[in-house]
């Protein structure tokens, strides 16, 4: 059998492919909250909840209308999104000019009330979703078997990840939100409506955890909580990426899922905490996150 | 000349502290007006207070015979009116040209890219640098030739040359007379008297959030002394 550093090589690549798949929604998500928090000042606490929403969404299309997975991709993005910018609209927006903690305050509560309503609605414990028809079963690579919906994940993400930052660096609508996050009020007297730009900027971060949502459905169970566990390693890889940065959340997200992933199959004891430590080595040292600007 | 721009008894706050005083200003359709005055006495706030960036005002402002009050500030530009800020307000997170092309062409009559770049070769060689690698020169062409494109009618500057070398100043004047050709409304801020006299039609002169003269370019010599007295230049 082969070996690698004295593990066996198909242990090996199995842990890659499941940090890889964290990375993925590590990557996803802590992408979103950058948007957010580059222009918007919010630091998001509601994107687990956000995330979680999307799964939601898609379990229940399936339940009561028969919707299934494809359909489910576009439409639970579609209805959080929505609801996200709804949320910025009545809400959030009145909270800009006070201290930002009123806005990390709210988004806390916000995903409280929306976990908790979930959690009373249809308790605590996971649903399954199953992968969808054309994606069951797997591929043998020859030197590991591969899951095609795992597979489907990844790539689906790094198209999404990539996508999203050419969005941003290549664009008009990119170049808009740039400028505005350095300078909203000259973008303002240039004559582009920024609180518009806001209430996107909110709706499509939304969208993006609910996209991830969808996504997760059918690896990680279906539940209310499901948000509040990623979302507290997500921000972890925020801080470590940089705050604000599109390119470092992408890059630390894949990054510190593959190292969580390689510290279960070299010490599993430390897998649930490496990148804990992997954030206050890099606080230590780099405050501003490995991609920050003014590190 | 019919007035493009009238302004009455308007009044500006920073939080409690009352800036203007009861400015009162008029700019006709196609001149050129310049703002003098000491440090700190207001030239600024007036311009932002115009612009619709300072909310806590009162007063009146009038552009092309619309009530501009209560205008929100994203729409300032779409009725009209360009800024060019003093601090020039370049994006770093910007090449040379999304900075150029970032404001919406509001009116018809602006200046295509072709031209611009004809007008600011510079920029065409660096359009794919990052803005805030330009010189300060370079950057106080990309602040008004951004500007340019946009078919505004009224472009309002805040002291243009301050800090420029002397070539890039008679640069930034040729291009102001090119435009004021063109029939293009000129507000401007400057301390730099020598270079307004050149393109300005008439000043005002302001102290303590007011203005207390006005008077057309032919005066200027006549009262360049008490204006070096009162300016303390
Ligand atoms: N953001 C601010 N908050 C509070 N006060 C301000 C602010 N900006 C300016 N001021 C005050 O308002 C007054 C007018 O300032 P303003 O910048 O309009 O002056 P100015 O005539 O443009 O001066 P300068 O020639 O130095 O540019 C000054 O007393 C200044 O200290
Ligand atoms: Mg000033």
């Given at each position: 059998m082969t070996t690698i550093f004295g593990i066996p090589l198909a242990a090996f690549l199995g842990q890659l492919l499941i940090g890889l798949i964290n990375g993925s929604f590590y990557a996803m998500l802590s992408l979103g909250l950058a948007v957010i928090f580059g222009l918007l000042r919010?630091?998001?606490?509601?994107?687990?909840?956000?995330?979680?929403?999307?799964?939601?969404?898609?379990?229940?299309?399936?339940?009561?209308?028969?919707?299934?997975y494809w359909l489910a991709l576009a439409i639970a993005p579609l209805v959080v999104?929505?609801?996200?910018?709804l949320v910025e609209r009545t809400m959030l927006s009145r909270l800009y000019d006070l201290d930002p903690l009123y806005g990390l305050l709210f988004t806390f509560g916000l995903a409280l009330t929306i976990e908790g309503t979930f959690r009373y609605l249809y308790g605590a414990?996971?649903?399954?979703?199953?992968?969808p028809p054309a994606l069951s079963g797997g591929t043998n690579l020859g030197f590991m078997f591969l899951p095609n919906y795992r597979g489907w994940v990844v790539a689906v993400s790094l198209v999404t990840c990539l996508g999203t930052w050419l969005l941003i660096e290549k664009t008009k609508l990119g170049a808009y939100l740039r400028a505005a996050?350095?300078?909203?009020?000259?973008?303002?007297?240039?004559?582009i409506n920024v609180p518009l730009l806001l209430t996107l900027t909110y709706g499509f971060g939304a969208a993006l955890a609910a996209f991830a949502g969808v996504l997760a459905a059918p690896i990680y169970q279906v539940s209310p909580l499901m948000g509040t566990n990623l979302i507290i390693v997500v921000f972890a890889v925020v801080?470590?990426?940089?705050?604000?940065?599109?390119l470092g959340a992408i890059v630390t997200g894949y990054m510190l899922g593959i190292a969580e992933g390689l510290t279960k199959v070299f010490y599993p004891e430390a897998s649930n905490i490496v990148i804990f430590v992997i954030m206050a080595i890099v606080l230590l040292l780099r405050p501003a996150g490995l991609f920050g600007k003014d590190a | 000349m019919g007035a493009l721009l009238q302004v009455a008894d308007l009044h500006a706050w920073y939080g409690e502290s009352h800036v203007l005083h009861g400015v009162d200003m008029t700019v006709?359709?196609?001149?050129?007006?310049?703002?003098?005055?000491?440090?700190?006495?207001?030239?600024?706030?007036t311009l932002r207070t115009i612009m619709g960036i300072i909310r806590a005002r009162k007063g009146e402002i009038r552009f092309a015979g619309r009530d501009m009050l209560s205008v929100p500030l994203h729409r300032t530009a779409h009725a009209g009116i360009g800024f060019v800020p003093e601090e020039r307000g370049i994006f770093a997170s910007l090449t040379v040209e999304e900075n150029l092309t970032l404001p919406p062409v509001v009116a018809d009559g602006g200046m295509p890219l072709e031209e611009i770049y004809d007008l600011f070769p510079n920029l065409l060689e660096r359009r794919a640098s990052q803005g805030t690698k330009l010189s300060g020169g370079e950057q106080q062409m990309l602040a008004m030739a951004r500007i340019l494109r946009t078919?505004?009618?009224?472009?309002?500057?805040?002291?243009p040359t301050e800090g420029l070398a002397p070539v890039i100043v008679q640069r930034i004047g040729e291009v102001l007379q090119k435009l004021k050709a063109r029939g293009m409304t000129i507000l401007l801020v400057e301390q730099n008297f020598r270079f307004a006299s050149r393109i300005a039609d008439r000043f005002y002169l302001m102290e303590h959030g007011r203005m207390v003269a006005d008077f057309p370019v032919a005066e200027l010599p006549d009262r360049m002394t008490t204006l070096n007295k009162v300016l303390g230049v």
């Open positions: 919010v630091i998001n606490f509601a994107h687990g909840a956000q995330y979680m929403l999307g799964a939601f969404v898609a379990l229940l299309l399936l339940q009561y209308l028969g919707v299934d999104g929505l609801f996200g910018a414990a996971g649903q399954p979703y199953s992968v996050t350095e300078n909203t009020v000259l973008v303002q007297a240039f004559g801080v470590v990426g940089g705050m604000g940065s599109i | 006709g359709e196609g001149e050129t007006i310049t703002i003098l005055g000491r440090n700190g006495v207001g030239k600024t706030t078919g505004v009618r009224l472009l309002i500057l805040d002291e």
